[in-house]
């Protein structure tokens, strides 16, 4: 049904019918369909392995060409753009109307999504869009794009490969310039919306999004001892953020070399538990490591998020650590010492009772969630909220 959807809308915005709700725009004959990766869904036809980059649009168009053309001396890399990178961020904002519950930020990746594509010839195919080390950028699958796979489950499942009948790879170059004008227009109609990401790259972190209809840019410290918080939900906070990371790098480590080979992109969900179960002891110790309360919150909420035991020595070092007794005086506003208690009873009453035998979530709050929920009650004040100590001294 969702692929026969996806025709129908294609189709319709391919004739002019854009449908904003349902991700749908078109131009000129041409019609896209905008839709978010779901890797939870065991009925997701979508999950990215096997693509690869097209080419850029938008500030970064055409810079390689530009390069090769420019005779005389080149200031910098901003010489070779076609204006401002920050304006890019206006596709963010476009996206954010038309996938509301997309995520941005990440490392190398400000947002990533894909599309449902029908050309004025009525050629069909899926596309990427993402904005990456390279700006914003296109990328598709190739003829040839299972060469690349090692894992027979990567490939399109047949009811949605039987509706694909063109590759991007196969435009000629009059054909792409037609394809990412109409990409680009098609975004245009769309009204922005706000959202707000931190961008990782080699050079730093910075915090891109549209305030108020503009786009900004914010450049970070790069230090990691400096929490930024947004919620006082167990992860509402950069440093959380970081240490989950370092957890799946850990994770990551224990991979075997057949393993490596099997899943050159991404690794199945279905193989968390087992490679935690092998990291167990090198994650408690990296909790240790980092003489932080906060270590043993996330460690915790990862653990119970893949179904792996918890023993009962670190539950209860996690119980020790979480308790309100060392944070009850952080706080200056008592609304925000009520919410943070209440976040901490409600995580505290999961670890107590968590036994491994199912999964088990604790409230997640990311920094775009915060701004829309407050954007929907008309707030339109700062969503930073004051940093709690997490060291641990004893």
């Known amino acids: 049904m969702e692929i026969e959807s996806l025709l129908k809308l294609v189709s319709g915005a391919a004739d002019g019918k854009d449908d904003f709700k349902e991700g749908a725009i078109g ?6 369909v905008f839709r978010d990766y ?8 979508i999950i990215g392995d096997g693509s690869s980059k097209l080419c850029s649009v938008g500030a970064f168009r055409g810079v390689y060409k530009r390069s090769i053309e420019i005779q005389g001396p080149i200031k910098g890399s901003k010489d070779l753009l076609n204006y401002s990178p920050k304006l890019d961020l206006f596709f963010g904002g476009a996206l ?3 996938i509301p519950r997309t995520e941005f930020g990440g490392c190398e990746q400000l947002f990533h999504v894909w599309m449902f594509v029908k050309t004025p010839k009525g050629q069909t195919f899926p ?5 990456g080390q390279s700006g914003t950028s296109i990328g598709g699958w190739s003829p040839d794009y299972r060469v690349f796979l090692f894992a027979e489950a990567r490939t399109f499942p047949p009811e949605f490969e039987s509706v694909i009948n063109f590759s991007p790879f196969n ?3 009059i054909e792409l310039e037609e394809f990412i004008e109409a990409l680009v227009l098609s975004l245009d109609k769309v009204p922005t919306s706000d959202f707000e990401g931190v961008y990782e790259h080699d050079l730093g972190r910075e915090l891109m999004g549209i305030r108020s209809g503009k786009p900004f840019v914010k450049t970070l410290e790069n230090k990691r001892e400096k929490i930024e918080t947004w919620s006082y939900s167990i992860k509402g906070n950069d440093e959380a953020s970081n240490l989950d990371s370092d957890f799946i790098d850990i994770m990551i480590d224990h991979l075997t070399p057949e393993e490596n080979k099997k899943y050159p992109r991404r690794i199945p969900d279905s193989m968390d538990k087992i490679l935690i179960e092998r990291a167990y002891d090198k994650l408690v110790a990296y909790a240790y490591e980092k003489k932080s309360r906060l270590a043993f919150m996330v460690l915790g ?5 893949s179904k792996v035991k918890i023993t009962e020595e670190l539950k209860q070092t996690i119980l020790k650590y979480s308790d309100w007794e060392y944070e009850k005086d952080h706080l200056k506003n ?3 010492r009520e919410e943070r208690k209440r976040f901490l009873d409600d995580f505290r009453e999961k670890i107590k009772k968590y036994d491994g035998s199912k999964v088990v979530k604790v409230p997640f709050y990311t920094v775009t969630r915060v701004i829309d929920e407050k954007k929907a ?8 909220r004051q940093n709690i100590d997490y060291s641990i001294r004893d």
């Open 96 to 98: 954010k109307t038309l």
């Open 27 to 32: 131009f000129n004959g041409y019609g896209f």
């Open 38 to 45: 779901d890797y939870k869904s065991k009925n997701s036809f």
């Open 377 to 384: 009650r008309g707030d339109n004040s700062p969503i930073w």
């Open 301 to 305: 909420c990862f653990l119970m998020l």
């Open 334 to 336: 008592k609304k925000d």
């Open 171 to 173: 435009f000629s170059k």
């Open 127 to 131: 596309a990427t869009f993402y904005y």
